[in-house]
């Protein structure tokens, strides 16, 4: 699976800060799982991407609740952050999974 974040996002997975990513827990969420790849592209430069490994995978119901299992630091993003990116509703209707992430290899090393 790919996906693209900001370079600030991106920055904070090259440094080892970031170590969880959060996804809506809709359809095309359904055949993600543990041991799968994750290529984490900078949304700035496509080309630069990182491959990461997944680690575990925890349902959520709120944003709340994935504050209570992992930090902000982990996560990247504030509570309000994420909020602004999954509305209450939207959360509601699909729920969240945070994804435990290992780096395995920047493609520019």
Not at 49 to 61: A, G
Not at 69 to 88: C, D, H, M, N, V
Request: charged share 30%; aromatic share 8%.
């Amino acid at each position: 699976m790919d996906i693209r974040l900001s370079d600030e996002l991106f920055e904070k997975i090259l440094a080892g800060s970031k170590t969880v990513e959060v996804f809506l827990n809709d359809e095309q969420m359904k055949h993600f799982g543990v041991g799968d790849t994750l290529a984490i592209h900078r949304k700035s430069k496509d080309d630069d991407y990182v491959l990461t490994s997944v680690w575990s995978i925890k349902k959520c119901r709120t944003v709340d609740e994935i504050y209570q299992k992992f930090s902000a630091t982990a996560i990247g993003l504030t509570p309000t952050e994420l909020s602004r990116l999954y509305p209450p509703a939207v959360v509601k209707q699909h729920g969240l999974l945070a994804i435990k992430i290992k780096r395995l290899k920047p493609n520019f090393d």
